[in-house]
T-cell receptor
Framework: GQQVMQIPQYQHVQEGEDFTTYCNSS?????IQWYKQRPGGHPVFLIQ?????EVKKQKRLTFQFGEAKKNSSLHITATQTTDVGTYFC??????????FGTGTQLKVEL | GAGVSQTPSNKVTEKGKYVELRCDPI?????LYWYRQSLGQGPEFLIY????????DSGLPNDRFFAVRPEGSVSTLKIQRTERGDSAVYLC?????????????FGPGTRLTVT
């Protein structure tokens, strides 16, 4: 079945440093979504990408969808302590079933 | 309601017992999803409802798991003969539409512990 992997699994950064997480699917995706889960919380939707090569920005966050629609990335510029959490990508192969990635846990130190 | 709600927030049960987990989606959301999340892992898809019908139940691990949504709103996930391996956080999510616009809103989850 479809598998979605993310790297790195963990990332510790100093506040103000940049952060990137990469998402790779074993199959071509129809679309990809990104979610953030704070410690002890539930996943919260960030964004959805649909088109090949699409790039979207939300303030300090930049999301990309690969040309082959099999990979994606999330880049955070100048991290803040409020960015702490686990970031998940989640993709669909054409239906409504979301396959979540393995997640990248981000810790930001002052 | 303001968001997706799930009850109970915590459930401790003995191995072999039957449990029901409830999800109340955002009003007007036609799609409803159940996921299971173990510690340190991403949510694992269980089942998806469009209206009252289960459109995709391919994620249910075995026939001990069953879910219903009789009136197209509230859903109940039912687990028979619980096993210790069923311990996890069970998340429910709903979305306004299906297809490409299925941004999902998650509830706080039910933490199930099977002793």
């Amino acid at each position: 079945g479809q598998q979605v992997m993310q790297i790195p699994q963990y990332q510790h950064v100093q506040e103000g440093e940049d952060f990137t997480t990469y998402c790779n699917s074993s199959t071509t995706l129809s679309n990809i979504q990104w979610y953030k889960q704070r410690p002890g919380g539930h996943p919260v939707f960030l964004i959805q990408l649909v088109k090949s090569g699409e790039v979207k920005k939300q303030k300090r966050l930049t999301f990309q969808f690969g040309e082959a629609k099999k990979n994606s990335s999330l880049h955070i510029t100048a991290t803040q302590t409020t960015d702490v959490g686990t970031y998940f990508c989640a993709g669909t192969g054409g239906g409504n079933k979301l396959t979540f990635g393995t997640g990248t846990q981000l810790k930001v130190e002052l | 309601g303001a968001g997706v709600s799930q009850t109970p927030s915590n459930k401790v049960t003995e191995k072999g017992k039957y449990v029901e987990l409830r999800c109340d989606p955002i009003s007007g959301h036609t799609a409803l999803y159940w996921y299971r999340q173990s510690l340190g892992q991403g949510p694992e898809f269980l089942i998806y409802f469009q209206g009252t019908g289960a459109a995709d139940d391919s994620g249910l691990p075995n026939d001990r798991f069953f879910a219903v949504r009789p009136e197209g709103s509230v859903s109940t996930l039912k687990i028979q003969r619980t096993e210790r391996g069923d311990s996890a956080v069970y998340l429910c999510a709903s979305s306004l539409a299906s297809g490409l616009k299925n941004e999902q809103y998650f509830g706080p989850g039910t933490r199930l512990t099977v002793t």
